[in-house]
């Protein structure tokens, strides 16, 4: 099913030149980095889709606040051009910059969260399951059943289970659910959608039983993207309309900015009631482990560039070319008979390794099977976002077996061309062709007892 590619509402300025290493180079680079894609050095990668988090390009509009940016320790224009930014599109009543976005999870989490507790959300992604287990509490995923099916086409598969949350909730008991925070979109679910309605129910369901609702806003925008296309009484609606709507259900909000406000470094707190009693342990944990309030681990320029970025994230024009690039790579895996989450997601293509190789266990690592072909097929560099990812049970210790075996292509914003986007989907055309003849995946030789996946050493399993 070829679709038409959507063209860039933009012109290029300046280029970076990358380099392509020889087949037999790369392998050897990835046995040098113990099989782990995160140990390659950036410059032995020719198309980087490791995260779309930080990686993004800044515009012209954004490189000239970086030399307008306001360098004071305390109370920087910059400061009040980003709060003043945050409080016109989010309508909350404070706004916290830190450094980005696992930074706004270690400060509010743990005003929150503690031993004994736990906390629910339609999917936990990687940090913030990890700052949940880092306060003691335990990580509950409620995501909806039908985006456990890949091939199963619904419009808004990352929506939290609201039954199932709630029986959760009855068994645990209200006093011990610290928090529900709604992923948007949801990227453990393949980058998911959550409907404006779904965020609605949940609310209410946290109103019923006093627990706070946050909302963890790295993808937004693009997530009300998805609404202005998807749900019909939002289809007339602005973009900041939407974010308004959204974000009029949560207490409260915790972003990585390095996402869909496309800078490379920031993130925000979000309280909605500018009295709330925990702005004062917010600020003081900021304080502690950020910096000064008023710049939270960033410079002034980045301050200014993360106030500019904040708008041009929510043009409409971008998102249509943003979500088109998603669009046009799943309809060339469609066509090569390739399953993937979908409908694609926002920020990625999220692969189905299990689909991909079916001979090889969950313990073998299939989405880290397939990351590490694609880097030595064409010297591509994705991540596992399964098993090897998810980890080992914080109790017993063994390993967990993922709802999901994908591998994340998570493309960078305003960084890549179509002919980059063909190279994606001819690669793993190739590696589908030899599927078969990889018979087993790859065992784990040393890991660190938290986001393993980070910093473990693999061996390939004879």
């Not at 909806?144 to 598969?157: L, Q, S």
């Not at 998911?192 to 129910?201: F, L, M």
């Not at 963890?216 to 309309?241: G, H, L, M, P």
């Amino acid at each position: 099913m070829a679709i038409e590619y959507v063209a860039e509402p933009f012109r290029i300025k300046m280029v970076e030149t990358i380099k392509i290493l020889s087949a037999e180079e790369r392998a050897q680079k990835i046995k040098e980095a113990n099989y782990n894609l995160f140990n390659l050095a950036g410059e032995d990668v020719y198309i980087d889709l490791l995260t779309d988090s930080g990686t993004n390009a800044m515009s012209d509009n954004m490189w000239a606040g970086v030399m307008k940016g306001d360098e004071s320790y305390a109370g920087s224009s910059s400061y009040y051009k980003l709060v003043e930014a945050g409080k016109d599109i989010f309508n909350y009543g404070y706004i916290q910059p830190v450094h980005q976005g696992r930074a706004a999870e270690k400060v509010l989490f743990g005003t929150m969260l503690s031993e004994g507790k736990v906390a629910i959300s339609n999917m936990f992604f990687d940090t913030t399951r990890a700052h949940v287990e880092l306060c003691g509490a335990r990580a509950i995923d409620c995501v909806v059943e039908e985006a456990k099916d890949p091939a199963k086409r619904v419009p808004f598969k990352g929506n939290m289970n609201v039954e199932k949350m709630e029986k959760i909730i009855l068994e645990q008991g209200p006093e011990k659910v610290g928090l529900v925070v709604m992923t948007i979109t949801n990227n453990s679910a393949g980058g998911q959608p959550v409907s404006v309605k779904n965020i609605r129910d949940v609310a209410a369901v946290c109103k019923k039983y006093n627990i706070p609702l946050n909302i963890d806003a790295a993808r937004y925008a693009e997530n009300a993207y998805f609404i202005k296309q998807r749900e019909e009484e939002f289809k007339n609606k602005s973009i900041k309309e939407i974010i308004r709507a959204v974000f009029d259900c949560a207490d409260m909000f915790t972003m990585s900015a390095k996402k869909d406000t496309l800078v490379n470094m920031g993130g925000l707190i979000g309280v909605k009631d500018a009295n709330s009693p925990l702005i004062l342990p917010i600020k003081a944990r900021c304080i502690s482990y950020e910096g000064f309030t008023t710049y939270g681990g960033l410079s002034g320029r980045d301050l200014e560039a993360l106030a500019i970025g904040l708008y041009e994230g929510l043009n409409e024009d971008f998102l249509k070319y943003r979500i088109g690039q998603m669009e046009y790579l799943a309809a060339r895996l469609d066509d090569a008979g390739i399953t993937y989450q979908s409908p694609v997601g926002g920020h990625g293509v999220f692969v189905d390794a299990k689909a991909m190789f079916p001979q090889i266990p969950y313990y073998e690592f299939p989405a880290q099977v397939l990351a590490i072909e694609l880097y030595k097929e064409a010297g591509i560099r994705t991540c596992d976002i399964g098993s090897y990812m998810l980890g080992n049970d914080p109790d017993s210790k063994e390993q967990l077996q993922a709802d999901f075996e994908f591998t994340r292509f998570a493309i960078p914003r305003r960084v890549y061309t179509q002919a980059h986007v063909d190279i994606m989907a001819n690669a793993l055309i190739n590696i589908k062709e030899r599927a078969h003849e990889i018979k087993r995946g790859y065992k784990i030789t040393w890991e660190p007892p938290i986001l393993r996946h980070f910093q473990a050493s693999l061996a390939p399993i004879e």
